[in-house]
């Protein structure tokens, strides 16, 4: 489960701006008033509902121009980059908030969002580097110890990341992150009613709902609760349409319910319009897209088909496990020896 929508920052950027010191401007020929006014103004709208990163890119470039030795300034750029929302820049994003953090070790804001970057990246080793030295900086900090503890689940180490969590809500029990990535980790230890309890909060709490409605319908699918799990799911699609993943989940519950043409719109859905497809960042979004695709053509008695679907998943990642053993069973289907309860199931 990908947990991108929660950015596991409540820092105020506006509070961190106004911090530049006069120093650091004087020298210029714009008015330290007037460049601190303008990051103000740019920090605003990167945090707002509906920012204008194209714009704040352009001011940006232009304020490092004259100074480009301001450290904010370069940590708004690599925000401004992140919000921006192409893999292509996330390149850019890094190298800004690494001038950003070695300009000005202290600033804590651009090293948190340095990590988040990374995490979107699958980066998480050097996620982890970033969230324990922010850490260093900021002892017992509990945004900081909860998005440490979703790296740890994404490392593989899901009970350290409850440890984590649970120390956040310890800290702060209305951390409406710290909650989330807790149930997240409790499902992958098969605590599964106490992490639906977690998500449940978390979606009642109105935070991220799309995100939270995802997490939450996905554990009641794997709990037998097919009923709230299409639900849930549904108002996962309807808050954030863009979602490749809410697509997917949907589509696997309706496969699981019979309705297959439903499932497989939900996976059209999911598969961005334009000849780049998916991108390098996000070949394991397409791989699902094939896997639950192949599992509705076996559903449908179409192995030929199916089996296309596995082999595709296979050319993305060879060592895909459950798309060996589907595809062995279409191709037994296809010479005509169809194994018992070989009919794309899997839930």
């Not at 080793?125 to 969230?131: F, I, M, P, S, V």
């Not at 060879?318 to 899997?346: C, F, I, T, V, W």
Request: proline residues 5%; glycine residues 6%; contains cysteine.
């Amino acid at each position: 489960m990908c947990s991108r929508a929660f950015t596991g920052v409540t820092i105020v950027v506006l509070a961190i701006v106004l911090l530049i010191p006069h120093w650091a401007l004087a020298a210029q020929a714009t008015s330290p008033r007037a460049v601190q006014e303008a990051l103000n103004r740019i920090a605003a709208d990167l945090f707002s509902p509906n920012p204008q990163a194209t714009q704040a890119i352009d001011e940006l470039r232009t304020i490092l121009t004259e100074h480009p030795g301001l450290a904010e300034a370069h940590m708004l750029l690599g925000i401004a980059y992140r919000v921006q929302g192409s893999p292509d820049l996330m390149g850019d994003a890094v190298g800004e908030l690494r001038q950003a953090v070695t300009l000005k070790p202290s600033l804590l804001m651009a090293r948190l969002t340095l990590a988040r970057v990374y995490m979107d990246m699958s980066r998480h080793g050097r996620a982890k580097e970033e969230l324990e030295a922010a850490l260093e900086q900021a002892p017992g900090r509990p945004e900081i110890l909860s998005l440490l503890g979703e790296v740890e689940r994404q490392l593989a180490n899901p009970r350290r990341s409850v440890e984590l969590n649970r120390q956040a809500l310890q800290a702060d029990p209305a951390l409406v992150q710290a909650r989330y990535y807790l149930g997240l980790a409790l499902l992958e230890l098969g605590e599964r009613t106490e992490a639906i309890a977690a998500l449940e909060a978390v979606a009642a709490s109105g935070a991220n709902p799309a995100e939270a409605y995802l997490a939450l319908g996905t554990a009641y699918m794997d709990a037998q609760r097919i009923d709230d799990g299409v639900k849930a799911l549904r108002q996962a699609v309807s808050l954030d349409p863009s979602r490749p993943e809410s697509h997917i989940q949907l589509a696997r519950a309706y496969r699981v319910t019979g309705q297959l043409d439903a499932a497989l719109k939900q996976l059209a859905l999911a598969m961005p319009a334009g000849p780049g497809g998916l991108g390098t960042l996000y070949r394991n979004v397409e791989s699902d897209v094939l896997m639950e695709r192949g599992l509705i053509r076996m559903q449908q008695g179409r192995p030929h088909d199916a089996a296309a679907a596995f082999e595709r998943v296979l050319a993305l990642d060879d060592s895909h496990e459950e798309a060996k053993q589907q595809l062995a069973l279409a191709r037994k289907q296809m010479n005509g020896k169809p194994a018992a309860g070989a009919r794309g199931r899997r839930q």
